[in-house]
């Protein structure tokens, strides 16, 4: 129920029919009389550096979601930017912090971790590659860089967009040893699909699943159909898995706790979301 | 059920605590599965021209409520003034026209309008006292010259107001018999109070009662209790009467219908607003 003294969460991207956020939040504020609202505003490139800055001058705004287009171009407009956001090169959540000022953080790729740590594997020192360093693979790396894994490898053919990555783990994490350049899956305990390789039919697989350890741990980060030709083949070899859905509940409870709400499992919210199906 | 389609209704004013507009819509829409919101934003009037330029760029807005402090500042941010609210000189909602457009129109005056005679009474040719000329009293007088009253008193101890609303109801309708300045109740078939008074214990009456005529008919503004001491005052020398709330409930289909929604009655709003009492 909806009222003036409402904590109003803007969800912002473009376009916003496939926005997912309001049938699994709003459902679970209601369920705990929690008084916030997620709420979709379709906002274009073109007015969002404004619009963002007034967005959160209204005196009942508490937060926003942040999606495509908008990741990227976020991180620019912030008071104070999170590591993991800053290693992202993307930022999807930002709040109002208490003097005003705008704080961003990225959850896709704590989405990715928590579910690999539900599924009971071990990241910490664990060997990991992620195929594609856009946003969510930049995110998925810098979220298992902060787990500490023990190898990270990345690769995307844009070499631009992988250097950049591997340049920004270099600097938050010194320490990590650090491979840019290989999609071969071989010897790797995790390996993330974090392309948008499995959205169209015919698409080719991200990664040479036939070099594949029976024994890996692989994720997906689409989300068009839950067991995508990647997770199949991975599937097919013995390997473990979560499908995108996973990592989008697995992060909400993450969000939850950064704009200060009481915080709950995956498995609550995927009982409450109403995806109307 | 807020999704990716729903149509935004942007319900701009400051402060929000005690919004109503949210509880009366939102369970219409959910009741009707009008996939349509209507969401509280609290802007202060320094950003407010800025923010809703950019909020109407929105590709998912529908529309906005407008209350204190922007009804008077929003006419010079529109495309195109409707009649009343021209007269008004105060806009309390607005709509995105095919080309993008904003079109705003007033409505606190219909409600008052459509009261009055939902009780039974005529209109057309009466003659109406309107004792106030802010915002909402000049809303009134908008409406009451629109429905045809055959002679309209305005009255304000703040005489620039006054005058002004006397001004805009000239030019927009040249044939009413107008009179500017007196608050006598005596003759006059309907009675608006469109002041503040009657909100806080021990304010003077808006009229001198014990010069109302038996058979007309009162109306009140303020919403702070259903029976203010005018309503009461008036009720002991027979008079019939509508409260404050009356005219928000009156109003609400004429928006759904300038906003483009299937409209409803008062009463079916009434039954299904969600105060929280």
Same mark, same amino acid.
């Given at each position: 129920? @909806? ?15 496939? !926005?997912?956020?309001?049938? @699994?939040? /709003? ?58 956001? +800053?290693?992202?090169?993307?930022? /999807? ?38 195929? $594609? ?17 023990? +190898? ?28 840019? &350049? ?5 010897? +790797?305990?995790?390996?993330? /699909? ?20 029976? $024994? ?25 898995? +979560?499908? &995108?859905?996973?990592?989008? !509940? ?7 706790? !950064? ?10 919210? %995927? %009982?409450?979301?109403? !995806?109307?199906?």
């Amino acid at each position: 129920m @909806i009222r003036g003294t409402t904590k109003l969460i803007a969800h912002l991207g473009y376009p916003t029919e496939s !926005f997912k956020a309001p049938m @699994i939040y /709003n459902p679970y504020f209601a369920s705990r009389a929690i008084d916030a609202v997620v709420v979709p505003m379709g906002c274009k490139a073109p007015e969002y550096p404004a619009f963002l800055k007034l967005l959160f001058k209204l005196t009942n705004i508490h937060g926003a979601l942040i999606t495509m287009p908008h990741k990227v171009s976020t991180i620019a407009l912030l008071d104070e930017v999170l590591t993991t956001a +800053q290693v992202a090169g993307a930022c /999807n959540a930002v709040r109002l912090g208490a003097d005003g000022q705008l704080i961003g953080d990225m959850f896709d790729g704590e989405g990715f971790v928590r579910g690999v740590l539900r599924k009971g594997r071990v990241v910490k020192d664990a060997r990991a590659l992620v195929v $594609g360093c856009g946003g969510v693979g930049s995110a998925i790396a810098a979220s298992l860089a902060k787990a500490g894994v023990g +190898q990270l490898t990345v690769f995307d053919p844009d070499a631009r967009a992988m250097d950049a990555l591997a340049s920004r783990l270099r600097t938050h994490y010194p320490r990590l040893s650090l491979v840019a &350049g290989s999609a071969d899956p071989s010897g +790797q305990d995790i390996v993330a /699909n974090a392309t948008p390789l499995g959205m169209k039919p015919g698409d080719p697989l991200p990664v040479d699943v036939s070099r594949l350890d029976p $024994g890996a741990f692989v994720g997906e980060v689409v989300m068009a159909q839950e067991i995508t030709p990647f997770l199949e083949a991975a599937r097919a070899r013995g390997c473990a898995y +979560q499908i &995108g859905m996973d990592m989008l !509940f697995e992060q909400i409870p993450a969000y939850l706790d !950064f704009f200060g709400f009481p915080t709950t499992t995956p498995d609550e919210l %995927r %009982r409450l979301a109403q !995806f109307g199906h």
